[in-house]
């Protein structure tokens, strides 16, 4: 994204709660966007966690394009890009109950590697709901890029 351009918040907020939550990745996060025609459809931010891992910090499609295989395309993307700049492991967090994200994950080659408990308690000042059920732990999936 060039300097000095504006943060695509309008699709950012697909994939998190609040632009809060967003500010605290996005400034030091890579964010490629996906256009047809004119229109972004798609965004992805990535976040060096260390010199090994980097991490999809949010990843959304607008919902006029979704169950196209765009996900997929962009999980692709970021495998290529972690590659090409040496980390063996690419991460990614999601809720608790978003179990359609889970699921997609794993498709894509991803592990469930761990949990960080009450992560939607502490990190939202508000109650967020998913599928019905109030989200509270972050699951986080990794792949290895080594394989």
């Not at 080659?109 to 000042?125: L, S």
Request: net charge negative; charged share 25%.
């Amino acid at each position: 994204m060039d300097p000095g351009s504006d943060i695509p918040y309008e699709l950012l907020l697909l994939a998190d709660e609040t632009v809060e939550a967003i500010d605290q990745y996005i400034f030091d996060s890579d964010i490629y966007l996906l256009h047809h025609d004119v229109q972004n459809i798609a965004v992805m931010a990535l976040y060096q966690n260390s010199n090994t891992e980097l991490e999809i910090k949010n990843m959304a499609v607008i919902e006029s394009y979704r169950s196209q295989g765009i996900g997929t395309i962009l999980i692709d993307q970021a495998k290529e890009i972690a590659k090409e700049n040496g980390y063996t492991t690419l991460a990614v967090g999601t809720s608790d109950t978003g179990f359609q994200q889970i699921k997609f994950y794993e498709k894509n080659g991803f592990i469930k590697k761990g949990v960080r408990k009450d992560f939607f308690i502490e990190n939202y000042a508000a109650p967020i709901y998913e599928n019905g059920l109030q989200m509270r732990d972050m699951i986080i999936l990794t792949h290895d890029l080594s394989k």
